[in-house]
């Protein structure tokens, strides 16, 4: 119910390209959103997703997240999860499409799981540096072998609890120019990471968050982040939330139909 009343939220709120006024946002949205071409790059996308789904294997999963609706049981299929858990066919294409757009030259995910979003990523920008963390070693091992067979070689794979890792590695030596937030869905992990990445932005960061209205913590904290005073402007395109901190931009949200 949380997510129908959301949704339809959205959906009364929600506009296309023809109800934004911001040069950047106008563009973001005709130029990659609405980019309705086709890519070669789509065909190795679904190569990819295909693989997965006829990978019968089983493993058993480590969830250091706020859990999953769909599986009883942390001994999973492959397929199952790439079927059920993974981005969908069409946000792996959107997601290509912003990194193809944005050309960030580092970039950082936060939960691999099988790597189809990964995989979005790379191609998006082949020559960018991309570290993806994931919690549980038996998914990034399947993410890792996906990687190696597809011939991904600009990715970093780091098996490591998020908040760990944080902790260890000082967010704030590093510049990822795009952060894909993709790995506990809970509202104080969402904000405990936001937090901890904000010494990194520069004025072209790109932060995109996934299921930002997966829960009514979720709604809460998506909330918080669009009040933040250094966010500039946000997209909400229901499925993610996109951050940017562009510091000569006019503080505007914007809803945005996909």
């Not at 580092?106 to 993806?132: Q, V, Y």
């Not at 098996?159 to 809970?186: A, C, M, R």
Request: with cysteine; net charge neutral.
């Amino acid at each position: 119910m949380t997510i129908l009343k959301a949704y339809l939220k959205f959906l009364w709120h929600s506009k296309n390209q023809h109800g934004v006024h911001s040069p950047f946002v106008y563009s973001l949205v005709t130029k990659c959103f609405y980019d309705k071409k086709p890519k070669a790059e789509y065909k190795i996308l679904k190569q990819y997703r295909n693989d997965l789904l006829q990978n019968k294997n089983t493993i058993e999963v480590t969830d250091f997240g706020a859990g999953s609706r769909v599986f009883k049981s942390n001994n999973r299929q492959i397929s199952k999860i790439a079927q059920t858990a993974g981005i969908t066919e069409k946000r792996a294409e959107l997601l290509y499409r912003i990194v193809n757009y944005f050309q960030p030259e580092s970039i950082l995910e936060i939960g691999t799981s099988l790597g189809l979003a990964t995989s979005a990523l790379s191609l998006g920008n082949p020559k960018a540096k991309i570290t993806t963390l994931e919690g549980c070693p038996e998914t990034s091992g399947v993410a890792q072998g996906q990687f190696k067979k597809f011939n991904f070689n600009n990715i970093e794979s780091v098996v490591t609890e998020f908040k760990d890792h944080f902790s260890k590695t000082s967010p704030e030596n590093n510049s990822w120019k795009l952060i894909y937030f993709d790995g506990n869905h809970s509202k104080n992990a969402t904000l405990e990471y936001f937090e901890l990445l904000l010494p990194t932005i520069t004025n072209d960061t790109v932060w995109i968050f996934d299921d930002i209205h997966w829960s009514a913590e979720m709604d809460e904290a998506w909330e918080a982040i669009k009040n933040h005073p250094k966010v500039k402007v946000t997209i909400d395109t229901f499925q993610w939330g996109l951050v940017f901190f562009r510091y000569e931009q006019e503080r505007e949200d914007f809803i945005i139909r996909i």
